[in-house]
């Protein structure tokens, strides 16, 4: 992949791709999330994604927001289980102005006593929304199964008893020990002279005092596969399938990859779609998912159907993983799976704003970014016999658990 970076004198570094467009997209990414909050603190690293919009040394709410919005801009913000990061999309003559927002966000925000009592207020309404969509919940929930005990087992937003709890102290100490500047990235894709951005760049993030603080994290220990059954006041059963997954530097991370879009990726061919959608009708929504951290990962499978349906939905997926383990795949239909993942991964480079993202997340973890040939490349190299094998390691009925939130008081 084309793209340049520059790294200052306090580790943060400067990642660049060009595009000739007059729309620029740029990202502040800190390698910093929920499951480095110590016990207790749940929520911690979001409550503190949200206050970064409130006040600075130099701006109230209305000066941070105005100052990218009225000249058309979109701000927005987001926090993982490793990561948090403040992006936005805009005209590329005024890309200074984000570099000395996000520069004042991320240094200079001051978290008083009064914006901390309205963010907690708007983040236990969010956990009240998020609690009423089931699809959303019972993934988290079902996270807290499989990471029982440790912190990427915990819900991103908190619970209300914790949001309620958490302190001015807290959020000093958090970002002390996590916002360390050799682990930030700022991330631009726009039509820039490399060597004046980084002038641009400097003029505002060379200032920044060094941090190299970065809190261990401990990967979580093994689990065993479990069922588990709710009653919850809804209308139709929910449930998860999955087991723990390999972590983002697994050399087969990309097989798994592909063999989670030929059972339930993006498009209608998949085969969980195909079989319980298509065939039998019974979910209007089936899908898996593969999401890699740093020393672990989740693969899950979910599905909603009504309550009558939910078992004979259950046993056509566990029909379906049976299949994957059992056996082998042939060449056209290897070929075939390779072809649309491939494909869908060369569309969503459109989303340029998901580009720069995954880009920096990239920089952060690997220290590096793939060019979409060595991706492609990754991918073909896949075999049918390790395809077989991961089957066989992931998809272990032994391993597997369950959740289902099934409609009841």
């Known amino acids: 992949m084309d793209y340049q970076v520059h790294t200052l004198p306090n580790g943060i570094r400067l990642l660049f791709k060009h595009s000739a467009s007059p729309i620029t997209h740029c990202c502040f990414m800190v390698n910093a999330g929920a499951r480095d909050e110590k016990d207790g603190k749940d929520g911690l690293a979001h409550f503190i994604e949200h206050l970064l919009f409130k006040e600075t040394q130099r701006r109230g709410t209305t000066q941070i927001l105005n100052h990218l919005e009225l000249v058309g801009a979109d701000l ?14 805009l ?10 927002l996000f520069e004042d966000l991320v240094f200079h925000s001051t978290f008083p006593d009064d914006e901390m009592q309205k963010e907690r207020g708007v983040i236990l309404d969010e956990i009240a929304s998020y609690l009423d969509q089931p699809e959303e919940a019972i993934q988290d929930d079902f996270e807290g199964i499989l ?43 726009g039509d820039y002279d490399f060597n004046k951005l980084i002038k641009l760049f400097g003029k505002y993030f060379e200032r920044v005092k060094p941090n190299h603080k970065q809190e261990a994290r401990i990967a979580p220990a093994a689990v065993l596969g479990q069922t588990h059954i709710l009653k919850k006041p809804i209308s ?26 030929l059972l339930g990726g993006m498009g209608m061919t998949s085969r969980l779609n195909l079989e319980i959608r298509e065939k039998h009708g019974i979910a209007y929504t089936i899908e ?14 979910y599905f909603g159907t009504d309550a009558e349906k939910a ?44 580009l720069i993202l995954s880009m920096a997340k990239s920089l952060m973890d690997f220290n590096r970014v793939d060019s979409l040939e060595e991706v492609f490349a990754k991918i073909n190299a896949v075999t049918a016999e390790q395809l077989l094998a991961i089957s066989n390691e992931v998809l272990d009925a032994n391993a597997l658990s369950t959740l289902i939130f099934e409609p009841g008081e």
């Open 147 to 189: 990471f029982k005990g440790h912190p990427i087992g915990n819900n991103i937003l908190g619970t209300p008893e914790s949001v309620n709890a958490l302190s001015k102290a807290d959020i000093d100490d958090f970002i002390d020990s996590n916002y360390n500047t050799s682990q930030m990235v700022f991330g631009v894709f």
């Open 91 to 100: 005209l590329k003559q005024h890309l200074e102005r984000a570099l000395d």
């Open 76 to 89: 927005n913000a987001y926090t993982t289980k490793e990561y948090t990061c403040l992006h936005a999309s």
């Open 311 to 354: 078992d004979k939905a259950l046993r056509l997926t566990h029909k379906e993983l049976k299949k994957l383990r059992d056996n082998k795949l042939g060449p056209t239909q290897l070929h075939q799976a390779k072809q649309k993942f491939i494909g869908q991964i060369a569309l969503a480079e459109e989303n340029r704003m998901s």
């Open 288 to 301: 898996s998912a593969y999401t890699s951290f740093t020393d672990t990962g989740i693969f899950n499978i």
């Open 236 to 261: 139709q059963t929910h449930c998860i399938i999955g087991s723990r997954a390999y972590p983002s530097n697994h050399p087969d991370r990309y097989g798994l990859l592909l063999l989670n879009n």
